[in-house]
């Protein structure tokens, strides 16, 4: 069965932390997404990568960046959190030239 | 720019058909249309995809018109458990993933 896993279901950080989300995938996937997902918006894609060492901003990348240095592993880094990315990340794998996308549980991030 | 859009609520009966509606402009026109269902506390599943007219699956159809600006997700004789938030989504770009609001149904005994 497909899985992809975030490091934490939820997260309480400060204003000014660094902060980490880690998402893992065993589906061997080129494709690997970050969406933030807030009340009445839907999903709003963070960034995506393709491949390893590979990223492409989404709609809203200001005040995010993302690591993949291996194949089943996408990071999403908020360099200095603020109370609005207070918000619900989804990590999501796919192959490549295929919409169907494979969802973690997702983080529940507050920052106070 | 483009954009998708759902109503945003829809109640409806068990054994009822439901059809959800997703309109889009702008949606890439050699590219599939998928729909997602999602339910609280867990990220969304695939429920159907579709690139032009009907498909049809053990789960839902999909009705997608010649013109691709808009897209419907039947559910068949729903039951409460088809209670969730329902997404359409496309792709305006090689890199340009385009999901919708999110419709929450809701079925009532």
């Known amino acids: 069965d497909v899985k992809v896993t975030q490091s934490s279901r939820y997260l309480v950080k400060r204003t000014g932390e660094k902060v980490f989300l880690e998402c893992v995938q065993d589906?061997?996937?080129?494709?690997m997404f970050w969406y933030r997902q807030d009340p009445g918006l839907g999903l709003r894609l963070i960034y995506f990568?393709?491949?390893?060492?590979?990223?492409e901003k989404g709609d809203i990348p200001e005040g995010y960046s993302v690591s993949r240095e291996k194949k089943e592993r996408f990071s999403l880094i908020l360099e200095s959190a603020s109370t609005n990315q207070t918000s619900m990340y989804l990590c999501?794998?796919?192959?490549?030239?295929?919409?169907?996308?494979?969802f973690g549980p997702g983080t529940r991030l507050t920052v106070t | 720019l483009a954009k998708t859009t759902q109503p945003i609520s829809m109640d409806s009966y068990e054994g009822q058909e439901v059809n959800i509606t997703c309109s889009h402009n702008?949606?890439?026109?050699?590219?599939?249309i998928t729909w997602y269902q999602q339910f609280p506390s867990q990220g969304p599943r695939f429920i159907i995809q579709?690139?032009?007219t009907k498909v049809t699956n053990e789960v839902a159809s999909l009705f997608i018109p010649a013109d691709r600006k808009s897209s419907t997700l039947s559910l068949p004789r729903v039951s409460l458990s088809d209670t969730a938030v329902y997404y359409c989504?496309?792709?305006?770009?090689?890199?340009?993933?385009?999901f919708g609001t999110g419709t929450r149904l809701k079925v009532l005994a």
């Open positions: 702008n949606i890439a026109t050699n590219d599939y």
């Open positions: 989504l496309g792709r305006a770009g090689t890199y340009k993933y385009i």
């Open positions: 999501a794998s796919s192959l490549p030239q295929v919409v169907e996308q494979y």
């Open positions: 589906m061997d996937h080129e494709n």
């Open positions: 990568s393709y491949d390893v060492k590979m990223k």
């Open positions: 579709g690139y032009k």
